[in-house]
């Protein structure tokens, strides 16, 4: 026998157990971001490795090691599967210049791909949805981001997230900071020695070194100069806007001076949305501004603010207090013996569909007593048998799978339809 082939490490496959609860978790999603006036763009898996090192920033671990590039050696081009979506988000604005009518509200939903070492709750392939407000400056966007989350939240029924909100200030602001940070860092190169990330990152992303998660640097870090000092009155005037209506709205927040996020984009506000209860992968969701992201990919200079959730993340917090939806149950489940049987089967079950009945045909290769079996393992609401006998009365013998009184009655299609749709809840 050949060897089996199995699916890449850390990419997995969504069984159909399991897809009620996406499926559930995607019909809520949808009807959220329609709620908040969110349209849905949809981009490529794939984009040019450059759009992710200008925008994610070089000296970042998703640049550095995360990314699955390669080159298309039909036109020697280097292509990345994309790390994340507001890059392509971005992109495909100033590719198709939609700002040009104003602001835009926008969402995706879909895989995105980092190398990363597999383990609960982190994969190599995983999904987010996505909201990004492209062309919008006020804070009012940055918090109708998180009262978005929080929302979403109470409609999945998800409890115990907390949430971290800091402000990165304007470019100018961190300018000064990052020096000042560079030097206090420098003044303690022993310390910064014990982490080479941390060491390689002194000058490149010195900002970076604040998120390390080394317990040797944890004091370094809590004696390190904050942002806060150097923030202009414009930054302070936002950050305090976007606190006053998460207070007005009753978000609750923690503020967190040391989060500065993964990716080198965002200015502002930033923000993650936190849990315990999934080990060390405990961020469900995260974003803030990144108003400088048009203008760094070659597009008209425009402010932005979005946040992306993982999906895969969400549904370990919904999981255990969730039943699948019970909805999608088949309705009818046909089983049937001998050539011409299966033709009117065939026949029959496409004309249910017309009726607006879902109906699943059995190979009808085994005995009705069997096939019964599998109709009743595939959750169908009623099972329908058809044999010589119904072809030549143009009939079928339907018989209900569920509740008490399961006695079969012969009736047409157009019957069977009827009967099938008046006993839906
Ligand atoms: P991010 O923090 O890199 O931000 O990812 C957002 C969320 O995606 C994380 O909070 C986490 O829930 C999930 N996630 C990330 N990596 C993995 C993984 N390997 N396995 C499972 N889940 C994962 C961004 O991607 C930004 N684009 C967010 C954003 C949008 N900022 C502004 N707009």
């Known amino acids: 026998m050949a060897t089996k082939i199995q699916a890449v490490r850390g990419m997995n496959d969504i069984l159909p157990e399991q897809a009620p609860l996406w499926e559930r978790f995607e019909d809520s999603v949808r009807d959220w971001l329609r709620a908040y006036g969110y ?6 898996v794939l984009e040019r490795t450059e759009l992710f090192v200008r925008s994610i920033g070089a000296a970042t671990d998703i640049v550095e090691k995360e990314m699955y590039t390669f080159t298309d050696a039909l036109n020697d081009e280097s292509l990345t599967l994309r790390p994340e979506g507001t890059a392509s988000c971005v992109r495909a ?3 198709h210049n939609l700002t040009y009518n ?11 791909f980092r190398h990363e070492r597999p383990q609960k709750g982190r994969y190599r392939q995983f999904h987010q949805v996505g909201v990004e407000a492209l062309g919008f ?3 009012a966007l940055d918090a109708e981001h998180i009262v978005m989350c929080a929302r979403l939240w109470r409609e999945l029924g998800i409890q115990g997230v907390t949430l971290e909100l800091n402000t990165l200030g304007s470019a100018a602001s961190r300018t000064r900071y990052r020096q000042r940070l560079i030097k206090y860092l420098e003044k303690h190169r022993e310390i910064l020695a014990k982490d080479a990330d941390a060491a390689r990152r002194l000058h490149a992303n010195p900002l970076r070194v604040l998120d390390s998660k080394n317990p ?4 370094l870090i809590a004696q390190a100069p904050q942002l806060a000092d150097d923030l202009d009155d414009a930054s302070h005037k936002h950050f305090e806007a976007v606190q006053s209506l ?3 709205t009753g978000v609750r927040f923690t503020l967190n001076p040391r989060l500065v996020r993964g990716l080198d984009y965002y200015n502002l506000t930033v923000f ?3 849990t315990q209860r999934l080990g060390a992968q405990d961020t469900i969701c995260a974003g803030g501004r990144y108003d400088g992201l048009f203008e760094q990919i070659g597009g008209k200079p425009a402010p932005a603010c979005g946040f992306a959730l993982g999906i895969e993340r969400v549904l370990e917090l919904m999981a255990p207090t969730e039943t699948p939806r019970t909805d999608i149950a088949l309705d009818v489940y046909i089983a049937h013996q001998g050539e011409l049987a299966a033709c009117f089967a065939f026949r029959a079950a496409e004309q249910l569909r017309d009726l607006g009945c879902s109906a699943a045909l059995d190979n009808g290769k085994t005995s009705f007593t069997s096939q019964t079996k599998r109709a009743v393992a595939s959750g169908a609401r009623f099972v329908a048998f058809i044999g010589d006998g119904e072809v030549e009365r143009k009939e079928m013998g339907l018989r209900p799978l569920r509740g008490s009184g399961q006695q079969q009655r012969q009736c047409t299609v157009e019957d069977a339809a009827k009967l099938i749709i008046s006993g839906r809840e």
């Open 39 to 44: 349209r849905n763009l949809r981009t490529p």
């Open 137 to 139: 400056a006020e804070p």
């Open 216 to 219: 040797e640097l944890h004091g």
């Open 102 to 112: 104003g602001p835009q509200r926008l969402c995706y939903m879909g895989p995105m």
């Open 246 to 248: 998460l207070n007005d």
């Open 93 to 95: 604005a100033v590719e």
């Open 272 to 274: 993650e949305w936190k």
